[in-house]
């Protein structure tokens, strides 16, 4: 299984500063299709995983635009511009390109 | 809008089986699949596997295959994980979240359901 690691495992921020995650792959994540299949999920305390970002860099509805995602092949980056209050918590990268989907370990996102 | 709404938590002995269930709505369940997705406590999140509940196609995880059953029943949009075999580390949060229907096309996990807790001890 392609493996995802994910750094770094904690993050501290100061309110209204950038973060960033980054997820680096086993292997290429070019899909067949030509689309490469990775994803950023953030989960709060005590909730479900949400998806953020899609396809790399694609932002699902309603999720504000001090995220972005970039990155291609095996290096990929999740980035907040300015971290606020309700961003904290746990972020995952994944990747869907191959048959079985590998998460990275996780980033605790934390106010200091 | 596209929901996904599990069954209760659950409490299980060691060797027993668990079924957990997810019931779509909003959606055209049959032109969809669903992944599932567990998380130990305090711990990260593990893909068991996926199914198409376009035409019951399955790929399962290599830690769980031979232990898990992925199955839909789309007269009620609802897809099972049953779980057999149950040890302590099997206690987890599990999750299902929608995919594409086919077996090649990449997985995508855009929408989640709120998970069920499944507890295993003696």
Known sequence: DVVMAQSPLSLPVTLGQPASISCRSSESLEHIDGNTYVSWFQQRPGQSPRRLIYKVSNRDSGVPDRFSGSGSATDFTLKISRVETEDVGVYYCMQGTHGRVTFGGGTKVEIK | ?122
């Open chain 2, 1 to 122: 809008q596209v929901q996904l709404v599990q069954s209760g938590a659950e409490v299980k002995r060691p060797g027993a089986s668990v079924k957990v269930s997810c019931k779509a709505s909003g959606y055209t369940f049959s032109h969809f699949g669903i992944s599932w997705v567990r998380q130990a406590p305090g711990q990260g999140l593990e893909w068991m596997g996926w199914i198409s509940a376009y035409n019951g196609n399955t790929i399962y995880g290599q830690r769980l295959q031979g232990r898990v059953t992925m199955t839909t029943d789309t007269s009620t949009s609802t897809a099972y994980m049953e779980l057999r075999s149950l040890r302590s580390d099997d206690t987890a949060v599990y999750y299902c979240a929608r995919e594409p229907p086919a077996q090649d096309a990449a997985k995508v996990l855009d929408f989640w359901g709120q998970g069920t807790l499944v507890t295993v001890s003696s």
